[in-house]
T-cell receptor, first 112, second 116 residues
Framework: NAGVTQTPKFQVLKTGQSMTLQCAQD?????MSWYRQDPGMGLRLIHY???????DQGEVPNGYNVSRSTTEDFPLRLLSAAPSQTSVYFC???????????FGQGTRLTVV | GQQVMQIPQYQHVQEGEDFTTYCNSS?????IQWYKQRPGGHPVFLIQ?????EVKKQKRLTFQFGEAKKNSSLHITATQTTDVGTYFC????????????????FGQGTILTVHP
């Protein structure tokens, strides 16, 4: 089983560029989330989805957009990359409120 | 700001010593989950606690959920080098204006180093 797949694994962007981080899961999970991980800050929730067509903001949504057109995919878009968005990004999925979250391998993004 | 706080941020122990990390929330949690992230890896689920005062054990790991469902702890007895990594607690909290407990919020994590 693939589980949660994130692409790319590494990315370098120039300030002002845009890009999309891909996340796909094959477990038919309704809930999907995007987190960023920075030293000393733990995992901070960016955006969240409870199902296809439904998204919500997390703790640090500014500068990011999401959409959920299918159950399987939950892409994260950086509209105009800034150095403050240099981070490791994790996508996670879960079947419900009382079940474990499965994480992708992460995308390490550097904005120069 | 972050509503789930975790301490300490770092812990260095000698192999064989015990280790504890604490998690506190400003609001009542519907449940608490614990994850482990190995260096360079991704978070992996360890356990979930749901009931007030619940205690669960996994070999050398003991997990507790407070009576008020606002705090939790993870205790490792006799650490081994394989315990190295970052331990996160995570709870479902309601953000201002939110309508559900659907968002899983993580603490800052405790980075455990075990010296052989």
């Amino acid at each position: 089983n693939a589980g949660v797949t994130q692409t790319p694994k590494f990315q370098v962007l120039k300030t002002g560029q845009s890009m999309t981080l891909q996340c796909a899961q094959d477990m038919n999970h309704e809930y999907m989330s995007w987190y960023r991980q920075d030293p000393g800050m733990g995992l901070r929730l960016i955006h969240y989805s409870v199902g296809a067509g439904i998204t919500d903001q997390g703790e640090v949504p500014n500068g990011y957009n999401v959409s959920r057109s299918t159950t399987e995919d939950f892409p994260l878009r950086l509209l105009s990359a800034a150095p403050s968005q240099t981070s490791v990004y994790f996508c996670a999925s879960t079947t419900g409120l009382h079940t474990e979250a499965f994480f992708g391998q992460g995308t390490r993004l550097t904005v120069v | 700001g972050q509503q789930v706080m975790q301490i300490p941020q770092y812990q260095h122990v000698q192999e064989g010593e015990d280790f504890t990390t604490y998690c506190n929330s400003s609001t009542t949690l519907s449940n608490i989950q614990w994850y482990k992230q190995r260096p360079g890896g991704h978070p992996v689920f360890l356990i979930q606690l749901v009931k007030s005062g619940e205690v669960k054990k996994q070999k050398r790991l003991t997990f507790q959920f407070g009576e008020a469902k606002k705090n939790s702890s993870l205790h490792i007895t006799a650490t081994q080098t394989t315990d190295v990594g970052t331990y996160f607690c995570a709870g479902r909290v309601r953000y201002a204006g939110g309508t559900s407990y659907g968002k899983l919020t993580f603490g800052q994590g405790t980075i455990l180093t075990v010296h052989p």
